[in-house]
């Protein structure tokens, strides 16, 4: 992904950019729009840190007095981020960061508004409607005649599996604040750890396992025509 991906080509759909911020040491771009938080280094390279705003818990700046001119965002995993305002000019590189920290911090507040529960709507039946809907979209594509790519098969699997990725998957794709694809760029690491094997010969002469509505479980998949099993990899 490049910053053209986040705000398009003349960058329309950035809230902030500036391009003199270092990180780990190296300078680039600092930008976001509504839904993504990036930095990149200089040119049409592609970013280096892409963090969905809905994963933004808090931000940290340095003090003014500080020699560095910083800012920092705290994710709701617990990890962090940290980005130096390095314009040679400090009073300029203050005004950079504040204007950074306080537009960021107008967009964090609409994106949890936005994902507020409905009132009435449990997290369970939440969760429950965006797995269905997903699976609805695979199944609509299989009886097409066309194949779901493993890649989409492997994200229904995990939103049946983790309950609480389901509910986010919900509150963000859900409620159109980032798309399907943004949501899933930053978790490749859960893609990665979901296997195929291939069913065994019980397995096959079965069909594969079925869920209470009859269907068949996303722990099956199809593969160039071939029916194999997902697992997850540990």
């Not at 600092?30 to 592609?46: C, H, K, N, T």
């Not at 340095?62 to 800012?71: D, E, N, Y």
């Not at 797995?131 to 699997?157: C, S, W």
Request: aromatic share 4%; charged share 20%.
């Amino acid at each position: 992904m490049k910053l053209t991906d986040v705000g398009g080509d003349d960058g329309a759909g950035l809230l902030f950019r500036c391009d003199e911020v270092k990180y780990s040491k190296k300078t680039g771009s600092l930008a976001f729009s509504r839904s993504l938080f990036v930095w990149g280094p200089p040119g049409d390279a592609d970013v280096v840190v892409n963090v969905p705003i809905a994963d933004i818990k808090s931000q940290l700046v340095s003090p003014a007095t500080a020699s560095k001119v910083q800012l920092q965002i705290v994710l709701h995993d617990g990890s962090n981020q940290k980005f130096h305002f390095a314009q040679a000019n400090k009073e300029a590189a203050l005004g950079d960061r504040d204007q950074c920290k306080e537009l960021l911090q107008q967009v964090i507040q609409q994106a949890r508004a936005a994902s507020t529960p409905t009132p009435g709507a449990t997290p369970a039946a939440t969760a429950a409607a965006a797995t269905q809907a997903a699976a609805a979209a695979a199944a609509a594509a299989a009886v097409k005649g066309n194949e779901v790519p493993l890649e989409v098969q492997k994200r229904i699997f995990l939103l049946y599996r983790n309950p609480e990725l389901n509910r986010l998957h919900s509150e963000l794709v859900g409620a159109d604040l980032i798309s399907d694809d943004d949501f899933w760029c930053t978790r490749q690491h859960l893609l990665d750890s979901v296997r195929v094997t291939q069913k065994s010969g019980a397995d096959a002469m079965a069909g594969g396992a079925a869920g209470a509505d009859g269907r068949a479980s996303p722990a099956m998949a199809s593969v160039d025509g071939a029916r194999v099993r997902l697992e997850m990899v540990g």
